[in-house]
């Protein structure tokens, strides 16, 4: 199982808003940025999110991030049908040797 | 741009070690370093290691003893070995530029390099 827990699935109709959720701990999330992925069909993954809520050059204003807590959510608005894909959230893991990569199971948006 | 180009896809039995080659191009090799991601077919994205501009290494406690991540600077190249392989090794391997940021940005992501494992 993922450390970070995110929804297998979320919908939504063209011009919505829909929110993608990640949950942690005190030793990942709690600790951590939050960095989020797209994953188009077939592709690999881009990345979407950094630091947050911080966008990467290129990436549309319509994707916003944000955390609190031991929580991390990504809030995609105006949906189109384009942003259909596979989400991913990541953040280190602080361990007693270091800190690991880790990564959400993925949510996989409809878009309908 | 920066560009990273992953080898070709690899068909190996079980017990038989892979190593996948990553190229980069566009920017500065040395000035970052490189993680490898693998997804297994319909899976999620599990983090495999990286290794810095110094050849330091940091490998997830799942593949320690299988995995060996080195780099060749003069040919801007990283390799991702795996040994002991089974069945559930195989997925789609990934090389990513770590953008140096504090957390795991990793961008571009090579196109990704399929390995099956099967008798």
């Known amino acids: 199982q993922s450390v970070l827990t995110q929804p297998p699935s979320a919908s939504g109709t063209p011009g919505q808003t829909v929110t993608i959720s990640c949950s942690g701990s005190?030793?990942?999330?709690?600790?951590?940025?939050v960095y989020w992925y797209q994953q188009l069909p077939g592709t690999a993954p881009k990345l979407l999110m950094y630091?947050?809520?911080q966008r990467p050059s290129g990436v549309p204003d319509r994707f916003s991030g944000s955390k609190s807590g031991t929580s991390a959510s990504l809030a995609i608005s105006g949906l189109r049908s384009e942003d259909e894909a596979d989400y991913y959230c990541?953040?280190?893991?602080?361990?007693?040797?270091?800190?690991?990569?880790?990564f959400g199971g993925g949510t996989k948006l409809t878009v309908l | 741009q920066v560009q990273l180009v992953q080898s070709g896809a690899e068909v190996k039995t079980p017990g038989a070690s892979v190593k996948l080659s990553c190229k980069a191009s566009g920017y500065i090799f040395s000035f970052h370093t490189m993680q490898w991601v693998r997804q297994a077919p319909g899976q999620r994205l599990e983090w495999m290691g990286w290794?810095?501009?110094?050849?330091?290494?940091r490998y997830s406690q799942k593949f320690q003893g299988r995995i060996t991540i080195t780099r060749d600077t003069s040919a801007n190249t990283a390799y991702m070995e795996l040994s002991s392989l089974r069945s559930e090794d195989t997925a789609v391997y990934y090389c990513a530029r770590d953008l140096g940021i504090v957390g795991p940005a990793f961008d571009p992501w090579g196109q990704g390099t399929l390995v099956t494992v099967s008798s």
């Open positions: 990541a953040t280190w893991d602080d361990t007693l040797s270091g800190q690991d990569v880790v």
């Open positions: 630091s947050n809520d």
């Open positions: 290794i810095n501009g110094d050849s330091n290494r």
């Open positions: 005190s030793s990942n999330i709690g600790s951590n940025s």
